[in-house]
T-cell receptor, first 115, second 109 residues
């Protein structure tokens, strides 16, 4: 099992462009989580998805950010019209379920730099 | 509010010395707490969880509800313990983790 895969690992965008971050969960995992880590801060929860459904998006900014986890293919975190403040590391995690003993397995992250 | 605080950004200890990484939390009810570790050039991985009462790589962590703490301890630090350590609290809904800002541990040979 290759673990959680994220691509690209590094992404550079100019202000106003769109950023698309991809996450392939571990095989057999149907729960996906996105976190953002701003410089000098801890990871902050953004959104939790199951296949084709957004379950909890309480940590997601209301504008410009969206996430999906289609029936086929990876989960996508999309940031429209990026601004400098979006520069951060974005981590994806997946789990088998949300039970007490089920850990979240993390991907290597995507480092987004907005010029 | 659900929150995790790691007061030390950087911690250096000599090899063989005891190490304690501090973690305090804010949560009403029975918390589920975890320690994650990120070694250089590797991804974040689970080190231990309080519910398992386990010891991994010589590390232990005891939940102290009175002090709302979950400090990570190891009696004798090793060079390979040098890494970034994050304390995390599972949210009430079970969907998300609240992470501390992390402590960078350096074990000096």
């Amino acid at each position: 099992n290759a673990g959680v895969m994220q691509n690209p690992r590094h992404l550079v965008r100019r202000r106003g462009q769109e950023a698309r971050l991809r996450c392939s969960p571990m095989k057999g995992h149907s729960h996906v989580y996105w976190y953002r880590q701003l410089p000098e801060e801890g990871l902050k929860f953004m959104v939790y998805l199951q296949k084709e459904n957004i379950i909890d998006e309480s940590g997601m900014p209301k504008e410009r950010f969206s996430a999906e986890f289609p029936k086929e293919g990876p989960s996508i975190l999309r940031i429209q019209q990026v601004v400098r403040g979006d520069s951060a590391a974005y981590f994806c995690a997946s789990s088998l379920s949300t039970g007490a003993m089920d850990e979240q397995f993390f991907g290597p992250g995507t480092r987004l730099t907005v010029l | 509010a659900q929150r995790v605080t790691q007061p030390e950004k950087l911690l250096s200890v000599f090899k063989g010395a005891p190490v304690e990484l501090k973690c305090n939390y804010s949560y009403s009810g029975s918390p589920e707490l975890f320690w994650y570790v990120q070694y250089s050039r590797q991804r974040l991985q689970l080190l231990l969880r309080h519910i398992s009462r386990e010891s991994i790589k010589g590390f232990t962590a005891d939940l102290n509800k009175g002090e709302t703490s979950f400090h990570l301890k190891k009696p004798f630090a090793q060079e390979e313990d040098s890494a970034m350590y994050y304390c995390a609290l599972k949210g009430r809904t079970g969907n998300q983790f609240y992470f501390g800002t992390g402590t960078s541990l350096t074990v000096i040979p």
